[in-house]
């Protein structure tokens, strides 16, 4: 009975017969304040949390305690949007209050804007703990990843010395050249060591739609592109567009100062990024560029392809994500995403987990298509 109170909850469960005390009512009065119909207003949403910022702060520092963090994620995100808290999260008390999560930097860097001066170190103290368990994550996965990419794509280049071949890999890469007559292995291809040089090896652009849509992908994309930047052996480009198009490759450095360098939500103009990306990119062959976007194409469609098709006609490693986020299906512009597809620029989703995986694939020149194919759960 203690169990179907709980779920049930209020007038609901009063024939249950089960009182709540302890914990248990504490947490059944946090869920009636958001889930809760009495006292509701239009529409039938709980107005227990009421409209003011101390109250709604106590509310999120109760949860915090009787909850999991992951519930508790889903209830401040609940709480925005059914009881309508985005002015709230204005306010510096709020914003202490809070968990950080995802959701909730997407959330107020759509509010970037309109931040009050003090509530905007707040702010920026949330952002500031989900980039540094983001980056805890991926970062080491990521420079891994590439390292090895990068030493195996250097592998692959013929060797001009004796004392350059790699003789066990070289051996193993033509086993199928044996000549039983000679009892010898006839080496069609060398394959040297992957010596590894400070100079740049490969150029990166992250091009990344800012419209609110993207603000999960935008967050991820902010991250890796600091991961990469400090990786001496790339140079790595991000540029974030709606209807224009900012340059934040200065910023890469510090993830929560480039994300409060974006600006969430407006139009799409993909063409217009493709073709700042064209001006960024002096050694096509070495450039791999990652457009991240739901193809919503805003601008001139026929010319946006036509660019696309450009940059792999140059030799750029180029690749389209519908959403770089582990949120499930994404929605976009199927019908973008096959044209681009059909111009030799694959275009999928691709989780944050999954990411560094497609930099050493893109590095190595492989089949992106068939790696997505390969990758998919």
Request: with cysteine.
């Given at each position: 009975?203690?169990r179907?109170?709980?779920?049930?909850g209020g007038e609901a469960?009063e024939?249950?017969?089960?009182?709540?005390?302890?914990?248990?009512a504490?947490m059944?009065?946090a869920l009636?304040?958001?889930?809760g119909?009495?006292?509701?207003?239009?529409?039938?949403?709980?107005?227990?949390?009421g409209a003011?910022?101390p109250?709604?702060?106590r509310w999120l520092g109760?949860?915090?305690?009787?909850f999991?963090?992951t519930?508790?994620?889903?209830?401040?995100?609940d709480?925005?949007?059914?009881l309508?808290?985005?002015?709230l999260?204005?306010?510096p008390?709020?914003l202490e209050?809070?968990?950080p999560?995802?959701h909730l930097?997407g959330t107020?860097?759509s509010?970037?804007?309109?931040l009050p001066?003090?509530?905007?170190?707040?702010?920026?103290?949330?952002?500031?703990?989900?980039?540094?368990?983001?980056?805890?994550?991926l970062?080491?996965?990521?420079?891994s990843?590439v390292?090895g990419a990068l030493?195996?794509?250097?592998?692959r280049r013929?060797?001009?010395?004796?004392s350059?071949?790699d003789?066990?890999?070289?051996?193993?890469?033509?086993?199928p050249h044996?000549?039983?007559?000679h009892?010898?292995v006839v080496?069609e291809r060398l394959?040297g060591y992957?010596?590894?040089?400070r100079a740049?090896?490969?150029?990166?652009?992250l091009?990344v739609?800012q419209?609110?849509s993207?603000?999960?992908s935008?967050v991820?994309a902010g991250?890796?592109?600091?991961?990469?930047?400090?990786?001496?052996?790339l140079?790595?480009?991000?540029?974030v567009?709606?209807t224009?198009?900012?340059d934040?490759?200065?910023?890469?450095?510090?993830?929560v100062?480039?994300?409060?360098?974006?600006r969430l939500?407006?139009g799409?103009?993909?063409?217009r990024a493709?073709?700042?990306?064209e001006r960024?990119?002096?050694?096509?062959?070495?450039?791999v560029l990652?457009l991240?976007?739901d193809?919503y194409?805003?601008g001139?469609?026929?010319e946006?392809?036509?660019?696309?098709?450009?940059?792999?006609?140059?030799?750029?490693?180029?690749?389209?994500l519908?959403?770089?986020s582990d949120?499930g299906a994404p929605?976009?512009?199927?019908g973008?995403?096959t044209?681009l597809t059909?111009?030799g620029v694959?275009?999928f989703a691709c989780?944050p987990?999954?990411?560094?995986?497609?930099?050493a694939a893109?590095?190595e020149?492989r089949?992106?298509?068939?790696?997505?194919?390969?990758a998919a759960p």
């Amino acid at each position: 009975m203690r169990r179907w109170r709980m779920v049930l909850g209020g007038e609901a469960a009063e024939s249950t017969g089960a009182a709540l005390a302890g914990d248990d009512a504490k947490m059944d009065g946090a869920l009636e304040a958001l889930y809760g119909t009495r006292g509701a207003g239009r529409g039938g949403r709980g107005a227990g949390l009421g409209a003011s910022a101390p109250q709604v702060a106590r509310w999120l520092g109760d949860i915090r305690t009787l909850f999991p963090s992951t519930v508790v994620q889903v209830m401040q995100k609940d709480a925005v949007e059914r009881l309508d808290l985005t002015r709230l999260l204005l306010e510096p008390e709020m914003l202490e209050a809070v968990e950080p999560d995802l959701h909730l930097v997407g959330t107020l860097l759509s509010l970037n804007q309109v931040l009050p001066e003090r509530a905007r170190e707040s702010a920026r103290a949330v952002v500031r703990t989900v980039v540094r368990r983001l980056e805890e994550r991926l970062a080491q996965r990521t420079r891994s990843a590439v390292d090895g990419a990068l030493d195996r794509s250097a592998r692959r280049r013929r060797p001009r010395r004796a004392s350059e071949i790699d003789w066990d890999r070289t051996i193993r890469a033509n086993l199928p050249h044996y000549v039983p007559s000679h009892r010898t292995v006839v080496p069609e291809r060398l394959i040297g060591y992957g010596h590894r040089r400070r100079a740049v090896e490969r150029d990166i652009v992250l091009c990344v739609d800012q419209s609110g849509s993207m603000a999960s992908s935008l967050v991820y994309a902010g991250v890796f592109g600091a991961v990469l930047a400090s990786m001496p052996t790339l140079r790595t480009s991000l540029v974030v567009f709606d209807t224009s198009v900012v340059d934040l490759t200065d910023r890469l450095h510090d993830p929560v100062d480039l994300l409060f360098g974006s600006r969430l939500g407006g139009g799409t103009d993909i063409n217009r990024a493709l073709a700042y990306c064209e001006r960024l990119i002096t050694r096509p062959k070495e450039t791999v560029l990652i457009l991240i976007s739901d193809l919503y194409e805003g601008g001139a469609r026929a010319e946006m392809l036509r660019r696309a098709a450009a940059l792999t006609g140059a030799g750029t490693q180029v690749v389209a994500l519908t959403a770089l986020s582990d949120q499930g299906a994404p929605a976009f512009d199927h019908g973008n995403a096959t044209a681009l597809t059909a111009l030799g620029v694959p275009a999928f989703a691709c989780t944050p987990d999954a990411f560094p995986d497609l930099m050493a694939a893109a590095i190595e020149g492989r089949d992106l298509a068939e790696w997505a194919e390969r990758a998919a759960p």
